[in-house]
């Protein structure tokens, strides 16, 4: 009896058991470790392929058209490893009228991989899919607004409770970006720096886009004006010819007419430039080209009803100077009925305190630095204006 007893209460070889039960347990658990770690290995490599598929499908689209988009996105996916229909491997090409409510062009790729199951077969009834989605493209920003070309500090400012209210107006900074004071931008902004943003939840942009490279100067091929052989200036309102002005125009606010009509044609204008307070300007297939050096005095209240040619070396248009002899170009309160581009690719351009940009009409902004302080309602959409288009330009990974 006293044996029986000692071997009821002897546990020897317990654990030796309960090891043993537990032994599939524990490799079943290291196996599905292992495949996990395989299989999240394999979604980021599968991420990377879509990524680098979805961003030249955008760029193939946007050069040759939607077919070779989806032909270059699964070529792409192919070139690394993701053939489509092979060993169940499916690749699927779209392009997006939307993203996020934003209209424009955009290209997904969706890589669907199933996976090995080595160990984990014994505890799982299939094999996971790994999957990927990536989304490239631009947003619909057809003629840009506003386009600074500084590649260093901010190129663009925009200050105050400035609204750039149509979606359809994009943004291109060569640099950073600096928003303030409620500020919005309702369409694209593409920032090749970062953007400075003071009270985040109070700035709005409807579809931002840092890190993308500078854009080219979309006017560096209008030709810079030959040499000024005269010593006319205009000095008082009334009617006038296109031409050479190369004392400048000079209207001071003693003058006894501030409204200048001007034919169409292309004026170059040196010396000066200076519009006292209240002029205006009138004027239909006009551009007026200031000379280098020319330096620029603007008043207040001034109004320009500019548009710009549609043909000819100065197409789109109104307001051009490179080198001039005044940094920065402050409009207040200005008026601007301008169909066409104000390039100052050297310069500031500061418009200030309440200008009107007619919503009618597009004036695009493109200067070495634009800074936009209080209230400026801006427009794209000029069929015929002859403005340079930048807005399918810049592709860029979103999603």
Sequence with gaps: MRKWARLSKDNRGATAAIFAIAMPVLVGMSALAVDLGLWT????????AADQAAFSAAIAAQADGDA???????AVAASMGYVHGQNGIAVT?????SLDGEAGDFWEVIIAKPQSMGLAALFLGSAPTARARAVAGTASGGAACIIGLSTSGTSVSIDNNNSISNPGCAVYSNASMSMRNGSSINGSAFVAGAIDKQNPSQITIGNEVTGVSPIVDPYADVPSPGPCNNSVKITNGGGYSAGQYCAGFEIKNNASNNVLNL??????VGGIFRLDNGVTINGTGVSIVLMPGTTVSLGNNLVLNITAPTSGSYAGVALMGRNLGTNILAWNNAIFNVQGAMYFPNQELSIKNNSIFNSAQCTQLVANIVSINNNANMNDECPGSGIRDVGNGKVALLQ
């Design 68 to 74: 070779a988009g989806h032909l270059e996105g699964k």
């Design 93 to 97: 090409t779209a392009k997006l009228a």
């Design 41 to 48: 290995v394999q979604k980021r490599e599968a991420q990377g």
């Design 263 to 268: 034919a169409a044609g292309t004026y170059f």
